[in-house]
């Protein structure tokens, strides 16, 4: 874990999303 608690795939996701907790796309994982 890194960034925090985010794990280095999630800046891998395409479309790039927005670390925050209240995306959908951060949600669904």
Do not use: M, T
């Amino acid at each position: 874990w890194d960034l925090g608690g985010f794990p280095l795939w999630l800046l891998n996701v395409e479309p790039p999303i927005r670390l925050r907790s209240s995306d959908h796309a951060y949600l669904v994982f």
